[in-house]
């Protein structure tokens, strides 16, 4: 409709316009009018393209960590992983600590599902420059917990909704040990919640090596690798020792207290070679 | 252009017949209904596809357990005298079905509060495997091969698909409109009626004693309190500290809605008292003391005998059998026949 509007409005324009090189003119100004506005209306829509991936990987002793192979955790428990998910969002990059860079990316919320390896990454689109900070945010807006049916990352068929307390898990780990005296030696922790004072969201600051710093540009796609050291989650403010707790499937102090485990297992942002 | 316009105006005629909103009428003098209708307005596509869900086995592991099997019309939507309702597998549920009216003025739902949004209430019993049993995936892949559903999805929200959100969208447009503003009480205040010689001074005693509590209109002020019920040594049962982890908290549960007492008993979130009789015994002579506590609770509520056959001819002015024999409201397959 708009764009029909100003083909009219561009022959109003001109109305005595005869000679055949000044109709021309005329018709590739509207041309390059109708151009524009199908240009405009598309920015509004696409968002630009990914000049930044963040690769997420679970590190276990200084080594990369597999899904459904058996470890020993650093108190020595032999353990196996089968699910490690979390949401995260809110990505952005600074330098220094100056004001951040929002990054721009397909959807709110990223969820990180290592079962998925498609799902590890995170491509965003951030203003061309050198940083040395990556700004994330782990868990879901209080906002967004109580808004009732979603769709996308946030569908409860997502497996990451609490039916019966509602509200989402921001972070879960299931897995095997014979440590544990649950049921089949599984051991759990579903860990979110957002009632005060107990509420699983923060924004998480990470740096590059010291006296490093990554550069996004238009013409290529910068690489960064997030590792998140299980290393640092047991051995954490609190201590998690899979024999004395398996399991942790509801808000509340104990998840909050493995929440801030979590957080504080994002150790850095590690830039990996280029070829 | 004209050809455009005229084509426009056709779309937008054929998008308002199928989503032709379904009244939603605020009772008088009732508070504005807390629900965010704007993002899932009722049409009566939706409240149609609703109610047919609601109804319809599909949503339970094994087909045996519709909504409706644990919230009964005739029982104002409870379950019909049963301390605690069935669920799949000769289970038990947790706790007493609460009855399901009014909904659109609570913000918070289930006896402990633990559900902060009417449209994500459904999942609780769905994925119970005490109740429903069933997974949200199948549920959504049995109704995309069904005969009926998608056409009716389509309808109801304008385009082709079954997701999660349009099924829990569409059960909420039919319960958010269950609306019961039309008992004896209701009639007495638009002046349509007048309470008996009995019914009378029970409302005077009920605005002494219950309505703090018990605030009308809605007949709750849907607040969270321990009224005094020991918690019982299987259940284990806390109320509201399960969900704010609270130790405050401990032995409080929503203050239910004493509209249509008459159909929802038994009463209690685990449906201990059988009468009406036995509730207002446990007020004036049977509150278990304990540190929550309501304080308005520490010395019982004083009723004499007098007082509670009174206040029990009152609460029978709160039934509303327009709401219970609704016909809109029954199970679509069932709504021709007679009962």
């Given at each position: 409709m708009r764009r029909l509007f100003f083909i009219s409005a561009a022959r109003d324009i001109y109305p005595a316009v005869s000679k055949p090189d000044a109709l021309s003119k005329t018709l590739r100004l509207a041309c390059g009018m109708i151009l524009m506005i199908i240009a405009t209306s598309f920015r509004t829509t696409i968002p630009p393209a990914p000049n930044l991936i963040l690769r997420f990987k679970i590190t276990l002793h200084g080594q990369p960590l597999e899904l459904h192979k058996d470890y020993p955790d650093p108190f020595g428990e032999s353990f196996k992983l089968d699910i490690f998910r979390f949401y995260t969002g809110k990505i952005s990059a600074g330098l220094n600590g100056a004001p951040a860079e929002k990054g721009i990316s397909a959807s709110a919320y990223q969820l990180i599902d290592f079962a998925d390896s498609n799902s590890t990454s995170v491509a965003l689109h951030i203003k061309n420059g050198d940083y040395n900070e990556i700004h994330l945010r782990l868990g879901i807006d209080s906002a967004d917990q109580t808004s009732g049916a979603q769709t996308g990352l946030l569908d409860p068929l997502k497996g990451?909704?609490?039916?019966?307390?509602?509200?989402?898990?921001?972070f879960k780990i299931e897995g095997v040990s014979p440590?544990?005296?649950?049921p089949a030696h599984g051991f759990a922790y579903h860990i979110g919640g957002y009632r005060s004072p107990y509420q699983t969201i923060r924004t998480i600051k990470l740096a590059t090596p010291p006296g490093r710093t990554f550069h996004v540009n238009k013409a290529e796609t910068t690489i960064l690798v997030i590792p998140i050291d299980l290393d640092r989650f047991f051995q954490g403010i609190t201590p998690i020792h899979i024999r004395n707790t398996p399991a942790c499937t509801t808000p509340g102090e104990l998840a909050h207290k493995l929440f801030e485990n979590f957080a504080g297992s994002f150790t850095g942002i590690e830039i990996p070679d280029k070829r | 252009m004209k050809a455009m316009l005229i084509i426009a105006l056709l779309a937008s005629c054929c998008v308002m017949l199928t989503h032709t909103p379904f009244p939603f009428v605020i009772p008088?003098?009732?508070?504005?209904?807390?629900?965010?209708?704007?993002?899932n307005p009722v049409t009566r596509a939706g409240f149609e596809l609703g109610r047919k869900l609601f109804y319809d086995?599909?949503?339970?592991i094994d087909g045996n357990f519709p909504c409706a099997s644990c919230h009964q019309q005739f029982a104002a939507f409870a379950t019909y005298e049963h301390r605690l309702s069935h669920g799949y597998n000769n289970q038990f549920s947790y706790r007493n079905a609460p009855a399901l009216f009014n909904?659109?003025?609570?913000?918070e739902f289930h006896w402990d509060g633990g559900i902060s949004n009417l449209e994500v209430q459904p999942l609780a019993p769905m994925l119970d495997p005490h109740e429903m049993a069933e997974s949200l995936g199948h549920v959504i892949s049995k109704l995309k091969q069904d005969k009926q559903y998608p056409a009716l999805f389509n309808k109801a929200f304008g385009s082709p698909g079954i997701n999660s959100q349009r099924i829990l969208r569409a059960l909420t447009q039919f319960t958010v409109s269950l609306v019961s503003a039309n008992s004896k009480y209701d009639k007495v205040q638009r002046g349509e009626a007048v309470f008996t010689q009995y019914e009378k001074p029970g409302y005077e005693i009920f605005q002494q004693k219950c309505a703090a509590c018990h605030k009308e209109p809605l007949f709750t002020d849907l607040s969270y309190r321990n009224t005094g019920l020991a918690a019982d040594s299987t259940l284990k049962d806390y109320g509201r500290m399960r969900i704010t982890g609270r130790k405050e908290d401990s032995l409080k549960f929503r203050v239910p809605s004493l509209r249509n007492v008459y159909l929802t008993f038994p009463y209690g979130h685990d449906g201990r008292f059988a009468t009406l009789s036995d509730v207002l015994d446990h007020y004036s002579r049977g509150v278990t003391q304990s540190a929550t506590l309501d304080t308005s609770l520490r010395k019982g509520i004083p009723l004499s005998d007098n007082d509670k056959f009174y206040l029990i001819q009152f609460l029978g002015t709160l039934t509303d059998t327009s709401f219970v024999n609704n016909p809109l409201f029954k199970d679509p397959g069932m709504a021709n026949s007679n009962p």
């Open positions: 990451m909704f609490w039916t019966w307390n509602s509200g989402y898990i921001c440590e544990s005296n649950e | 008088r003098g009732f508070p504005p209904p807390v629900y965010p209708f704007e993002k086995g599909k949503l339970s909904l659109a003025w609570q913000k």
